[in-house]
């Protein structure tokens, strides 16, 4: 199973200012790494897939990279309502699995 | 307008069986590969099965022997059907569309929860 290690658990980032999330996968995941948000009571949306595709109404201030076991998403300058945990999931290998998350918050 | 609506949570003694619901609108679900997603009270996401569109199908091993995803074409709805549930079955079921190929998820439904306990 590939396990896929989230840091920093709650990042807490001045609205503006630029937050940086990891993603590290215990093998390589090609560039099969899809990030999601998800808001208190919400369901999960996709916000950026095969690593670094914005997916349909994601804001240009998200951004993906990496490759292989290393991944960041870049939310550029944070805004009130990015306030959410974020999920990182692996498509590469079976089974499917997902990050343990990461919550930003602001500061 | 895609929708993706769960029906069917609700409480379950151990050992019970409970059949989820997931209608869809906007998409046909026999055209796509679909799935179902849970996350436990507090905890993170969970793939659990999937479904293909010629019917084939795979669960996460902690639900295999125990869960079944079927679909109705008809209904354009998915079913997870759960039987012998644990306590630790309990959670939010979310229904998701699949992108054929890469197997990421998108979109999803709002979640129904499912909650085994005595």
């Known amino acids: 199973e590939t396990v896929l290690t989230q840091s920093p658990a709650t990042l807490s980032v001045s609205p503006g200012e630029r937050a940086i999330l990891s993603c590290r996968a215990s093998?390589?995941?090609?560039?099969?790494l899809a990030w999601y948000q998800q808001k208190p009571g919400q369901a999960p949306r996709l916000v950026i897939y095969?690593?670094?595709t914005r997916a349909t109404g994601s804001p240009a201030r998200f951004s993906g990279s990496g490759s292989g076991t290393e991944f960041t998403l870049t939310i550029s300058s944070l805004q009130p309502e990015d306030i959410a945990v974020y999920y990182c999931?692996?498509?590469?290998?079976?089974?499917?699995?997902f990050g343990g998350g990461t919550k930003v918050e602001i500061k | 307008e895609v929708q993706l609506v769960e029906s069917g949570g609700g409480l379950v003694q151990p050992g019970g069986s409970l059949t989820l619901s997931c209608v869809v609108s906007?998409?046909?679900?026999?055209?796509?590969?679909m799935s179902w997603v849970r996350q436990a009270p507090g905890k993170g996401l969970e793939w659990v099965s999937i479904?293909?569109?010629?019917?084939?199908?795979y669960n996460t091993d902690s639900v295999k022997g125990r869960f079944t995803i079927s679909r109705d074409n008809s209904q354009n709805a998915v079913f997870l059907h759960m039987n012998s549930l644990r306590v630790e079955d309990t959670a939010v079921y979310f229904c998701?569309?699949?992108?054929?190929?890469?197997?990421?998820?998108?979109?999803w439904g709002q979640g129904a929860l499912v909650t085994v306990s005595s």
């Open positions: 999931q692996q498509y590469k290998n079976w089974p499917l699995s």
């Open positions: 998701a569309r699949v992108q054929a190929g890469d197997n990421y998820f998108d979109p």
């Open positions: 906007g998409f046909s679900v026999s055209n796509n590969y």
């Open positions: 093998q390589s995941v090609s560039s099969n």
């Open positions: 095969g690593t670094d």
């Open positions: 479904i293909y569109t010629d019917g084939h199908s």
